[in-house]
């Protein structure tokens, strides 16, 4: 479905991809530049979501955070795998690591999630 481009979305959007992480709605909120409402974030971040614009991640702190899908267009990490959350400057990002797993017979799979969690290469320095 073609959806109306808006300066609010853009916003959203830009700051995902100049993070290059993925990032909370409350962290979204604090950077954002421009005057927007709590409300209307998560409704642009779920609406991304469903247009595959965006991947939804939730961390063991029960936070979601949303990721910009560019490698997802390419198929490198369009399956399952490791997502890493940073403690000090909470924020996420997908890493490059298919999961691989097996489970047993007669289960069925349709969602993983895999979030490792302490100090990003960023932070480490």
Do not use: W
Not at 83 to 112: M, W
């Amino acid at each position: 479905m073609k959806r109306r481009n808006t300066q609010t979305k853009e916003a959203v959007l830009d700051l995902l991809r100049e993070s290059g992480k993925a990032m909370s709605r409350d962290a979204i909120e604090q950077k954002i530049e421009q005057d927007i409402n709590r409300a209307t974030i998560y409704r642009v971040l779920n609406r991304f979501c469903e247009d595959g614009i965006l991947h939804r991640v939730v961390a063991e702190d029960g936070k979601q955070y949303f990721a910009v899908c560019v490698n997802c267009d390419n198929k490198i990490l369009s399956g399952p795998h490791f997502h890493f959350r940073c403690i000090k400057c909470d924020t996420i990002e997908c890493l490059a690591v298919a999961v691989d797993f097996s489970v047993p017979h007669g289960y069925q799979v349709n969602d993983v999630n895999c979030v490792l969690s302490g100090t990003c290469k960023d932070c480490s320095c």
